[in-house]
């Protein structure tokens, strides 16, 4: 069956821009979760959906990142005011339960 | 906080194999997993730990020592095509997981 999916899968802005990230998740799965990883280290936690309740969230999204999934379906990250630390590999996860993440392909965003 | 360690670069033969160990210090623990990454690729999950002991599925084993803080990823029979980062997470709380920055495996033939 079709995977994660995540739009655009590559994405340059200037810095000062806001962008805004997409995820489609495996159909009927409840959790959603967003990760931003740097060149060569592992993911960091963002955020984590059960259906459209916003449950966990780290530290930075409480400034310019933003995460919504308004019908428990797609969610959507958006970044304000980007700046050239924001520039890394954006991965959404879902899964049926919190124990199981499957990853979409990622957004790549570079900010100049 | 949260830490976890894993061995940063690893190198083994083809057909050989190779233990890549991760511990972790954490406040709360709803299981481990273990994902392999190839570079440039989403992260690709393995297995997934909650209690202690060995999980072996094909030719990757994952085991789990909770009072220990300690796992590892244990993969037989190297091919070429393990040659991927893999990388330990552990699930603090909720929908939470807190990843390691991966252990480059390289394989040689």
């Known amino acids: 069956g079709a995977g994660v999916s995540q739009s655009p899968s590559n994405k340059v802005t200037e810095k000062g821009k806001d962008v805004e990230l997409r995820c489609d998740p495996i159909?009927?799965?409840?959790?959603l979760f967003w990760y931003q990883q740097a060149l060569g280290q592992g993911p960091e936690f963002l955020t984590y959906?059960?259906?459209?309740?916003?449950?966990?969230k780290s530290r930075l999204l409480s400034d310019r990142f933003s995460a919504e999934r308004p019908k428990g379906s797609f969610s959507t990250l958006e970044i304000q005011r980007t700046e050239q630390g924001d520039s890394a590999m954006y991965l959404c996860?879902?899964?049926?339960?919190?124990?199981?993440?499957?990853f979409g392909p990622g957004t790549r965003l570079t900010v100049t | 906080g949260q830490n976890i360690d894993q061995p940063t670069e690893m190198t083994a033969t083809e057909g050989a194999i190779v233990q890549i160990n991760c511990t972790y210090q954490?406040?709360?623990?709803?299981?481990l997993f273990w994902y392999q990454q190839h570079a440039g690729e989403a992260p690709t999950f393995l297995s997934y730990?909650?209690?202690?002991g060995l999980e072996e599925k094909g030719r990757f084993s994952s085991f789990l020592s909770r009072s220990k803080g300690y796992s590892y990823l244990l993969l037989k029979e190297l091919q070429m095509k393990d040659s991927a980062s893999y990388l330990c997470?552990?699930?603090?709380?909720?929908?939470?997981?807190?990843f390691g920055d991966g252990t480059t495996l390289t394989v040689k033939p």
């Open positions: 959906f059960q259906n459209e309740a916003q449950l966990e």
């Open positions: 997470a552990v699930n603090t709380n909720a929908g939470k997981s807190t």
């Open positions: 730990n909650v209690l202690d």
């Open positions: 954490t406040s709360g623990f709803n299981g």
């Open positions: 159909s009927g799965h409840v959790s």
């Open positions: 996860a879902s899964g049926e339960h919190t124990y199981e993440q499957y």
